[in-house]
DNA sequence: TTTATAAATGAATAAAAATTCATTTAACTT
DNA sequence: AAGTTAAATGAATTTTTATTCATTTATAAA
């Protein structure tokens, strides 16, 4: 008896964020997919169901791939900067190593396959990044603002600049990092 | 002889929008689209050759627009943290107001249609910003680092506002736009 | 009015993509 | 080594989507 390959399945998601990434989630075919993991289309739907399927697993292995990143590193214990700085360049560090992972989630927003309620279970995940600024409100560190303009900043700004340093094709360096988190601090800093 | 109603292309472009918004690029058909415009499927193609011609030139025209409204207002002879600080709001507002077009380019930058050329088109309606952005570095009132940087951050973070407002069913009121002004410019000045 | 011209229509066709399935292949069991 | 089972294949089929075109409709000029 021939063994179901689990490793199989990454080589699909891969595949499909390489070509989301390259063509969008429009342009990315179940055949293009097939062809780039380098297996049959039919062997496709032994693992998936169908397109959808395969959209809504990979989604949701990405958004638990990105949360567990997030805290990597992360001391409690340590001076509130120091925390928000690990977490911070985490969530920079992994959008531009995982930038497929990047485009394929902002696809995925405004694709047929995700629903609301998708939407908002992704969302719970950024919980324990809430707690940490609501300390840094309370070490009146940072400002006294919605947490979730605080949020907003810096997931959105991470997110740009993977944007722009993957399209730029610029290098995160020591330096890059250094200035950024800068303006970052700088940002929400009291 | 019938006249062809340029007011049409606006329903067409509307339409497109308004799915593309919903669904995405993927899955906005041109039967869709001719729908919600409310013409003949046929009509579409008198208008437009094929998808891609609609796609294009939709993307060209919220280039066109965008470009046209970051300019509003602001007065040259103005202090510089006036002058940002218009620009600033006029790029939130309207990727608020026009928060279709503002998911359509995202979607765009992923798409098989638009080339590498068109996308550094439209990177030099930039250009008037980063001007703005040296003289800020000349006179000292802002961080003297790559202005790459800077204007990443400065329309990154409206984006991710905008976006963020407009899932979370925000307004934009005028209290929300001084606090992330606030942030913003902290995140920026020397 | 009548005629000419171009726009609009939407069913029909073509093209592309998703999905199935009869057959083959590989790996394990006895 | 033969038998058994499930995975893998990819051509064939179904479904969806893009595009065409013969026909109708609206407008302007004669």
Not at 15 to 30: F, Y
Not at 56 to 67: G, V, Y
Not at 121 to 149: C, N, Q, S, V
Not at 166 to 186: A, G, R, S
Request: charged fraction near 25%; include cysteine; aromatic fraction near 12%.
């Amino acid at each position: 008896m021939k063994l179901r390959d689990e490793n199989k399945i990454n080589r699909i998601y891969k595949a499909t964020l390489t070509l989301v990434k390259q063509n969008g989630l429009a342009g990315t075919t179940m055949q293009a997919v097939a062809k780039e993991a380098k297996i049959a289309t039919g062997t496709l739907y032994i693992y998936f169901e169908n397109k959808e399927s395969l959209v809504i697993s990979l989604f949701n292995e990405c958004i638990k791939e990105s949360a567990a990143v997030v805290f990597k590193d992360y001391e409690m214990s340590a001076p509130f900067k120091v925390g928000f700085r690990t977490i911070w360049l985490n969530v920079l560090k992994h959008k531009v190593s995982h930038f497929d992972q990047t485009i394929f989630l902002e696809q995925c927003f405004h694709s047929p396959f995700i629903d609301d309620n998708t939407r908002a279970e992704a969302k719970k995940l950024l919980l324990p990044l809430r707690e940490l600024l609501e300390r840094g409100k309370m070490e009146e560190l940072i400002k006294d603002i919605d947490t979730f303009w605080l949020v907003s900043f810096m997931i959105g700004y991470a997110n740009e600049i993977a944007k722009r340093i993957t399209y730029h094709k610029k290098k995160l360096t020591m330096e890059t990092l250094d200035i950024n988190f800068q303006i970052c601090w700088d940002g929400i800093k009291a």
